[in-house]
């Protein structure tokens, strides 16, 4: 099974700018792997921001924005709150099977 | 607004069978364009899917390739829901279960599931 690889943890500034990557075990990630991108708080359920590489939910803040960058998915932050403080998981799709990463800890400090 | 409604035992002992239901409001689970997934998470092993059901003139199924020998997921068109079966569990399939609709948009409330004697 594909392993799908994201960095343990990351720091932002409030206000500041932020890239979340997500890579795979099999070579670059493409629009067909229809990433997706989950936030989760502690003692909540995921909640999905991207889904299909860069396509938003009407929940969505427009700080988010999804895209492939250099062979990987990204997740970037544009202007960074408190409230964005929280794990990430990027999803991807492997012809009918779908691979969690391990997460991204953001810290907004 | 779909809701996702989840039910079953929270403790199952090994080597057992694992059920989970999930009750689908606000949408159909025999809808052409829905699909109706089932994800798990634990300290140990993260967020984990474990395989979908969907409608497409016959009923489909994806399983996640380390779940294949063991899962079933059916759909129940008379009860418009969903359900969750994994076979021969030991403790590390100890979880936070959990349903969710396509793309991932609803999710059920999530329900602990202790595998222990």
């Known amino acids: 099974q594909a392993v799908v690889t994201q960095e343990p943890s990351l720091t932002v500034s409030p206000g500041g700018t932020v890239t979340l990557t997500c890579g795979s075990s099999t070579g670059a990630v493409t629009s067909g792997h229809y990433p997706y991108w989950f936030q989760q708080k502690p003692g909540q359920a995921p909640r999905t921001l991207i889904y299909?590489?860069?396509n938003k939910h009407s929940w969505t803040p427009a700080r988010f924005s999804g895209s492939l960058l250099g062979g990987k998915a990204a997740l970037t932050l544009s202007g960074a709150q408190p409230e964005d403080e929280a794990e990430y998981y990027c999803f991807l799709y492997y012809s009918g099977v779908r691979v969690f990463g391990g997460g991204t800890k953001l810290t907004v400090l | 607004q779909v809701r996702l409604q989840q039910s079953g035992p929270g403790l199952v002992k090994p080597s057992q069978t694992l059920s989970l239901t999930c009750s689908i409001s606000g949408d159909s689970v025999s809808s052409n364009s829905a699909a109706w997934n089932w994800i798990r998470q634990s300290p140990s092993r993260g967020l984990e899917w474990l395989g979908r059901t969907y409608y497409r003139s016959k009923w489909y199924n994806e399983y996640a390739l380390s779940m294949k020998t063991r899962i079933t997921i059916n759909p129940d068109t008379s009860k418009n829901q969903f359900s969750l079966q994994l076979n021969s569990v030991t403790p590390d399939d100890t979880a936070v279960y959990y349903c969710a609709s396509h793309y991932f948009k609803y999710w059920g409330q999530g329900a602990l599931v202790t595998v222990s004697s």
């Open positions: 299909d590489t860069n």
